[in-house]
T-cell receptor
Framework: AQSVTQLGSHVSVSEGALVLLRCNYS??????LFWYVQYPNQGLQLLLK??????LVKGINGFEAEFKKSETSFHLTKPSAHMSDAAEYFC????????????FGIGTKLQVIP | DVKVTQSSRYLVKRTGEKVFLECVQD?????MFWYRQDPGLGLRLIYF???????EKGDIPEGYSVSREKKERFSLILESASTNQTSMYLC???????????FGPGTRLTVL
């Protein structure tokens, strides 16, 4: 079984400041990890994913995440927040192999203050 | 451009009504999923399907059923809607396990 914990349901940053959204996972075997973003009144779309290749993963819109096995973490970062980054972000985990469902975190709402 | 479409963006139903939510994907994906999204709870898996006519229960299947008669279409059925099923419902599809899920825009269902 797998699980994911997102610390902080709401995060506020100033425009231009560093964005850091935290995600910790739990799984009995090596996981696949994802970050999705949801803009208001839309479905989720993929930001980036980790599937056991490079531990530093670059995604769309300047976001990146680092897989740290020792810390069981997959935190999402962006050096400089933009107003358009305001959205809800979901971390998700699944296991390699067939018929593995995806488990999502509760989400973190990012507010960007001008 | 890949697409997952859902039949309604907003739906209002009465308690006890039978409700159908439809999802169609145009990517020839084998796997399709229904989630509900509630504030503070994230996305919870209701049912998924890995092939036509095949279905598996997710984490919260009670009060729901599904149908997949064609590869591109996955329907969620609320046999007798209740107020606690008021929620945002999201459909998703994926080409294979471990791959990116593609989501529809969601249906916001209100049960009165």
């Amino acid at each position: 079984a797998q699980s994911v914990t997102q610390l902080g349901s709401h995060v506020s940053v100033s425009e231009g400041a560093l964005v850091l959204l935290r995600c910790n996972y739990s799984s009995s075997v090596p996981p696949y990890l994802f970050w999705y973003v949801q803009y208001p009144n839309q479905g989720l779309q993929l930001l980036l994913k980790y599937t056991s290749a490079a531990t530093l993963v670059k995604g769309i819109n300047g976001f990146e995440a680092e897989f740290k096995k020792s810390e069981t973490s997959f935190h999402l970062t962006k050096p400089s927040a933009h107003m358009s980054d305001a959205a809800e972000y979901f971390c998700a985990v699944t296991l390699a192999g067939g018929y593995q469902k995806v488990t999502f975190g509760i989400g973190t709402k990012l507010q960007v203050i001008p | 451009d890949v697409k997952v479409t859902q039949s309604s963006r907003y739906l209002v139903k009465r308690t006890g009504e039978k409700v159908f939510l439809e999802c169609v994907q145009d990517m020839d994906h084998e796997n399709m999923f229904w989630y509900r999204q509630d504030p503070g709870l994230g996305l919870r898996l209701i049912y998924f399907s890995y092939d036509v006519k095949m279905k598996e229960k997710g984490d919260i299947p009670e009060g729901y059923s599904v149908s997949r008669e064609k590869k591109e279409r996955f329907s969620l059925i609320l046999e007798s809607a209740s107020t606690n099923q008021t929620s945002m419902y999201l459909c998703a599809s994926t080409a294979g396990w471990g791959n990116e899920q593609f989501f529809g825009p969601g249906t916001r269902l209100t049960v009165l």
